[in-house]
Structures are given as C-alpha cells and as structure tokens.
C-alpha cells in the first residue's frame, strides 16, 4: 500500500466504533503473531541441514503446507517441515503461541492462561508442557571457581495420574514421616558465584554419593571449589572425584566463614520454593519442566514471548548471541 493509500486508511478510523477497532486490534496482533513465528520457521528453514526421521542429508524442497516450507529426504523419502522433531510440531493455532508464551512469563496458571489466550484448559495444559520441554535444556555445561550445593525436597505428587501408588491425600498435604523420607522428591542444585546453575531431580529420598557421581562430577572443573553443608556424603563424593571441598555448618547458625557459605544456593531455592507456590502442588512426572521454567525466568534471563518461543526449540540467548 502506497503512502496515500495509508492515510485514507488511517482517517477512516476515526468513523470506526469501538467494537471495530478493537477487532482491527485483535487482528493486527494476529498478523504480528503469525509473522514473528514465520521468522522463526524461516530461521528454522535455514538450519534444516539433516532429515530428523533418518539423519539423511541429501534433501530437497517438497513446497509447503500450512505457512511452513516442507522438504522431502532422498533416503527414506519422507517429508517434514521445519518444526518437525521439535515440541512445537503438530501443534495449531500458531497465531495465539507468543500470547501464550506471555502468559508463561507472567506464571499464570493454566487456567487463568486458557482463559487469556482463549484456548480451552486441555490446550493450556498441552502447550505448557510442550513448550516447556526443551526449555529445561537451558543448561550450564561446566562450573567454575566456587561452586555451592545443596538440596532441596518438595512433597512427591502424583497429581493427574490415574492410578495412585499410595494412598490419596489432600492436595498439598504433608509427609506422613518427619524430616527427609520417600515421600519426599530431591532437587539437587548447584550454584556457581557467576550465577552459573544447573539443577536435577535425583528422585525420592536424600541424595546419594552415585547420584553426585552422576549428576555434578561431568560438570565441575577439576580446580573447583565445592562448598556444601555437613551432609557427610558431599566429602565422601568429593574425595572420591579428588576435588576441594569446604563445608559450612548450617545447624549450628554459622552461615559465613570467608569465602565459605551456601548463601547463593539457599537463596536460589527460597525463590525457587516462592516461585511454585502459586501452582499448589506440581506433579513430580513435569517438575523438571517448571525447574526449567524457574530457570528461564530467574534474574530475567528471558524477559520477551519470541525469546521463549525460540527457547521452546532449543534456541537459547546465549547461544543466539554467539
């Protein structure tokens, strides 16, 4: 439209009701929408090097189909698109994903998303867990200098699962046991003085010296410092992968001793706990995915809807910066 065009558009706004302009909003959004997640197809177009079925990498266009460019594979000869393989593919409705990925940023609920969004609960819950399944991938590859770990314990629950296997109880109940037991699910998170975290749920019960093994010894630095509190099997685990290890006794009210403390950590999980407070109870099969979450919206590491629809294909900020 050429620029005469425009203002004869533009002053016949003026005459539009408020029903009607609020539908030419409603649709100016859409279009917004659709060409935002175009560029990230289009993104994903170009790095469409390999068929996500066999690895194949002799490839041709094959058109397209729904606004998404389509390739076929010489080798098995099947098509795909540029989503496919990613959480998104299959998924409709591509229009209303950034203003269900601000509904993430702003933590609301799935319904309080449905109903923002206008989308049913079911979608809601569909879409957050699919968006989210990548985004927990976010991860740091190494830490350095003075790492803190510690662990934290949220009740274990099986909600929305059909068939229980223990007794029912009040959601968002208490642990029939005091102190650290089965019932309870384990985050382990270890926190670098970067900021630098990496988080895992071990499963039920304390942590243990093979999980620590598992779980930290391919992400320290061999020069590391690890800090912890008295659990004794922190010295046991760092004396087997030969790292230094200073602990700190919490119990005892000594929460700083130079260098030597788990602030950082302990404050990571306090805001962690506030965080999922609001969801009243999460199911230990998806808590993975609202540590991812946590993660992505700790210290505003992602403030913008493309930004986490990018992250929801494994396309971090960090990494979009290199």
């Known amino acids: 439209m050429n620029m005469s065009g425009f203002q004869v558009l533009a002053n016949q706004l003026a005459a539009l009701s408020v029903a009607q302009r609020e539908a030419i909003r409603e649709q100016l959004v859409q279009l917004s929408s659709k060409d935002e997640v175009a560029e ?9 090097t ?29 098509t795909f698109n540029p989503l496919t393989g990613t959480p998104l593919a299959h998924l409709r409705l591509r229009h209303k994903w950034l203003s269900y990925h601000q509904c993430l940023l702003d933590s609301l609920t799935i319904r309080k998303s449905a109903a923002t969004v206008d989308i049913s609960r079911n979608t809601s819950f569909r879409w957050r867990h699919r968006f989210l399944d990548w985004v927990k991938n976010d991860r740091s590859e190494r830490l350095h200098g003075i790492a803190e770990a510690d662990e934290m314990y949220v009740l274990e629950s099986e909600k929305g699962a059909r068939h ?3 007794v029912a109880r009040k959601r968002g109940g208490a642990a029939t046991q005091r102190g650290t037991s089965k019932e309870q699910v384990c985050v ?20 243990s010296k093979a999980q620590l093994h598992q779980c930290l010894r391919p992400a320290l630095d061999p020069d590391i410092l690890l800090v912890s509190d008295l659990n004794a099997v922190y010295r046991y685990f760092a004396r087997e992968a030969e790292i230094s290890y200073e602990s700190i006794n919490v119990h005892a009210k000594q929460r700083v001793r130079g ?56 396309v971090f ?3 979009a910066a290199t």
């Not at 999460?282 to 629809?309: K, M």
Request: charged share 15%; proline share 3%; glycine share 8%.
């Open 317 to 319: 900020p960090h990494l």
């Open 259 to 314: 260098a030597i403390h788990v602030q950082n950590v302990n404050a990571y999980h306090s805001r962690c706990r506030q965080w999922l407070r609001r969801f009243h109870g999460v199911a230990t099969h998806y808590l993975a995915n609202y540590l991812g979450w946590q993660w992505a919206l700790d210290a505003h590491r992602i403030n913008a809807p493309l930004e986490l629809l990018k992250a929801s294909v494994g």
């Open 40 to 48: 990230l197809a289009s993104m994903f177009s170009a790095r469409c």
């Open 50 to 78: 390999s068929c996500p079925h066999c690895g194949g990498t002799a490839l041709y266009r094959h058109g397209q189909a729904h606004g998404l460019a389509r390739y076929r594979c010489r080798a098995c000869h099947k």
């Open 188 to 207: 382990l998170v270890a926190r670098d003085r970067t900021g630098q975290t990496l988080n895992f749920v071990t499963g039920r019960g304390p942590v």
């Open 164 to 166: 229980l296997q223990r």
